[in-house]
């Protein structure tokens, strides 16, 4: 295929915080190199130009323009944002042959990139994973996306075959669970010498600070077990290993998706109302104009602006026992089917309610119910969260 009239897009996430929007420049820079064609830097929101304006700018100079994208897996913006933004793309700019490719997901020059991050944690912590009972952590960041989190655990699984680590878990640090706190604790019940945590980012921002804080907190915790963070995956040159066959894949029509586990094309137990292509679009539309105006949200990667509420069900030994999580499971799911539910919902450890559980606390308004059973956790939603009003029959205390 001739490329002397041909152009790559690289679509970053962007950031308000500089330094990573310049490691998308950095990258599509090395990208060109390695191809021989223009790369052009674009994102999805929070930096400049969006990918509206990239593929214009582009489009006045080539006729066949190739879209990278530098997600790490197939969540939400992969699935509609990019999509929708290609597709408008395609109709402002019809003599020009666009393609959409895929994000990096499961690659083998991945997985070595990885492998060598462990290997620098393990100098620094004078441990050697031959003669020494190792485990390493995988963080990323989580996903609402059930496919996106399942490639988190397949990518922990790959880094651990071939390999002479004890253990290779996957984890979180937010979104979805498990969470790193939990898993560290989790391992640190089977006493190995080292736990080395690899945060699965591509920056050194607010995510990968978090994950380092939370590695050294738990190291000052447990004396007995070495711990430390490894960097993110940077813009090591491997990375362009990657981003090659994935352009290489999506301008020859090549690209392969997961679409037997994708929550828009099959029904997956708590996601059924996700299904289809109009519901991703519609989702991909909203979300972009819930960005569109974030002047006020401070440098965290991705944060959207807080929730009204937060809510807090005890998950310890009592509450468990009486049904804590069904209780949890089924608050999350009204949650997602309420058009007016603004709330995060959590578990907690002991609220100091044994006995009287399950517990469930709502915050701003600090109204604590008890003996609340998975039928009560939609009254709990439809009435307080969704119109403020307090199921009263549940209260147990108010703070």
Not at 25 to 48: C, K, M, N, T, Y
Not at 68 to 83: G, I, N, Y
Not at 104 to 126: F, N, S, W
Not at 346 to 373: E, K, N, Q
Request: charged letters at 30%.
């Amino acid at each position: 295929m001739d490329r002397d009239d041909e152009a790559v897009l690289l679509v970053g996430h962007g950031s308000r915080r500089e330094r990573s929007n310049e490691q998308v420049r950095e990258l599509a820079a090395g990208l060109e190199e390695r191809l021989g064609i223009p790369v052009d830097a674009g994102f999805i929101e929070l930096a400049s130009p969006s990918i509206d304006e990239a593929i214009a700018g582009l489009a006045a100079t080539v006729s066949r323009i190739t879209v990278v994208q530098l997600s790490l897996f197939a969540a939400s913006h992969v699935k509609t944002d990019v999509p929708l933004a290609v597709r408008t793309a395609r109709s402002a700019h019809s003599d020009v042959e666009i393609h959409n490719g895929s994000h990096l997901g499961i690659h083998p020059a991945i997985v070595d990139l990885l492998d060598d991050r462990a290997t620098t944690v393990e100098d620094d912590l004078e441990v050697d994973r031959a003669d020494a009972n190792v485990a390493v952590v995988v963080c990323a960041r989580g996903s609402s996306d059930p496919d996106a989190n399942g490639d988190v655990h397949k990518l922990a699984r790959l880094l651990r075959e071939g390999r002479s680590f004890d253990r290779v878990a996957a984890s979180f640090i937010g979104v979805t669970e498990p969470r790193l706190d939990e898993t560290l604790h989790r391992i640190a019940t089977d006493r190995p010498d080292a736990i080395i945590v690899l945060p699965y980012m591509l920056g050194d921002g607010v995510l990968t600070e978090r994950i380092r804080d939370g590695t050294a907190a738990f190291d000052d915790e447990y004396p007995y077990v070495d711990a430390a963070a490894g960097d993110p995956l940077g813009t090591d040159s491997r990375l362009l290993d990657v981003l090659g066959d994935r352009w290489q894949a999506a301008r020859t029509d090549s690209v392969e998706m997961s679409c037997d586990t994708c929550k828009y094309k099959v029904e997956l137990d708590g996601y059924e109302e996700d299904v289809g292509g109009a519901r991703a679009m519609l989702r991909a539309m909203t979300h972009r104009e819930s960005h569109a105006d974030r002047d006020d949200v401070d440098a965290e990667p991705h944060a959207h602006d807080a929730p009204e509420a937060h809510v807090a069900v005890c998950t310890n030994q009592t509450c468990a026992a009486d049904g804590a999580p069904a209780v949890l499971e089924r608050l999350r799911q009204a949650a997602r089917d309420s058009d007016a539910c603004e709330a995060r919902i959590t578990r907690s450890s002991c609220l100091g309610r044994c006995g009287d559980g399950p517990m469930v606390a709502v915050y701003p308004d600090g109204v604590w119910y008890g003996d609340v059973d998975g039928t009560d956790a939609e009254r709990i939603v439809s009435s307080h969260l969704d119109r403020g009003r307090i199921v009263s029959d549940l209260v147990d205390v108010t703070l």
